[in-house]
């Protein structure tokens, strides 16, 4: 089992930046896939980027340029990046984690970004 400690959610107002952080722990083999996931009110969950055990990541087109996922193997650790923040991108941020199959996520941390 595979627990996960997002943190780093709040408010900022717009061109401004946070950095949110997802720490696993447990009994841990190997995590693949790390990934950060948004959803806001009335929607549904979007991927917003995803980073591959090697290093390889993938953005969502409304972030690209914006943010920066990057992980910290050692310490089972992922983080986002988020600059210059937009009211769009208002939402509650969940990570994703693949760990021997299975996927885990975690409770989520609110990101609210005023205009």
């Known amino acids: 089992q595979v627990q996960l400690v997002e943190s780093g959610g709040g408010l900022v107002q717009a061109g401004g930046s946070l950095r949110l952080s997802c720490a696993a722990s447990?009994?841990?083999?190997?995590?693949?896939?790390m990934s950060w996931y948004r959803q806001a009110p009335g929607k549904q969950r979007d991927l917003v980027a995803v980073?591959?055990?090697?290093?390889?990541?993938n953005y969502a087109d409304s972030v690209k340029g914006r943010f920066t996922i990057s992980r910290d193997n050692a310490q089972n650790t992922v983080y986002l990046q988020m600059d210059n923040l937009k009211p769009e991108d208002t939402a509650v941020y969940y990570c994703k984690v693949v760990h021997l199959r299975s996927d885990y996520w975690g409770q989520g941390t609110q990101v609210t970004v005023s205009s």
């Open positions: 980073i591959t055990s090697g290093g390889s990541t």
């Open positions: 447990g009994r841990i083999f190997r995590i693949n896939d």
